[in-house]
């Protein structure tokens, strides 16, 4: 995705932390969001961010800062399940999203 | 829930041919997507619609046009088939809003389309 960077792959153990990064452009931004996909299947939301700050949901957050252009999704307590890529989308305002190329997190034993 | 369906899940068909790609969603959103998906380049646009028979380009329009004729089903064509449109594609949806929450999109289950 243009003008969206997110890591391409990373790797981490079952009941570790993970955060993933995201940095976007910052001119028209009008939101952050984050979404899981499994291999086959379609993209599922899971976090939205327009404000600074952290914004906690269970086991992930999420985090943005305006003036940096950038965002961080945390896993907590990695499960099994968690493994799956995870896409990084703006909203600038001109209705569809800009995704990243999408982060494939691999979670081993 | 929102569902978003795409009517095939596989789909095989040869250079030249015509393709149709449909969609569906039961929420009554007034937005409507298709991307594609490749290995390394993420989800790409290539038309939205915001309403029926309204329809924008998207980042990559070209070898392809799109149908809005009802509100709950947008169609993607391909006019003639190309090799280089094997992909995986996904429709989306989303409520109309100026932004915040409301551009949340919902997708279908994706159509991995091969050319051949």
């Known amino acids: 995705g243009q003008n969206i960077d997110q890591p391409t792959e990373m790797t981490a153990t079952e009941g570790a932390i993970v955060q993933i990064n995201c940095t976007y452009q910052?001119?028209?931004?009008?939101?952050l969001f984050w979404y899981q996909q499994h291999a086959g299947e379609a993209p599922t939301f899971l976090s939205y961010?327009?404000?600074?700050g952290l914004e906690e949901k269970g086991r992930f957050s999420s985090f943005l800062s305006r003036s940096k252009g950038y965002s961080y999704l945390l896993l907590k307590e990695l499960q099994m399940k968690d493994s799956a890529s995870y896409l990084c989308?703006?909203?600038?305002?001109?209705?569809?999203?800009?995704f990243g190329s999408g982060t494939r997190l691999q979670v081993q034993p | 829930d929102v569902k978003v369906t795409q009517s095939s899940r596989y789909l095989v068909k040869r250079t030249g041919e015509k393709v149709f790609l449909e969609c569906v969603q039961d929420m009554d959103h007034e937005n409507m997507f298709w991307y594609r998906q490749d290995p390394g380049l993420g989800l790409r646009l290539i038309y939205f619609s915001y309403d029926v028979k309204m329809k924008e380009k998207g980042d990559i329009p070209e070898g392809y046009s799109v149908s809005r004729e009802k509100k709950e089903r947008f169609s993607l064509i391909l006019e003639s088939a190309s090799t280089n449109q094997t992909s995986m594609y996904l429709c989306?949806?989303?409520?109309?809003?100026?932004?915040?929450?409301?551009?949340?999109?919902?997708f279908g289950a994706g159509t991995r389309l091969s050319v051949l």
């Open positions: 989306a949806s989303s409520y109309p809003g100026t932004g915040g929450k409301q551009n949340i999109q919902y």
């Open positions: 989308a703006e909203d600038t305002g001109r209705r569809a999203l800009t």
């Open positions: 961010n327009v404000l600074d």
């Open positions: 910052t001119s028209g931004f009008n939101g």
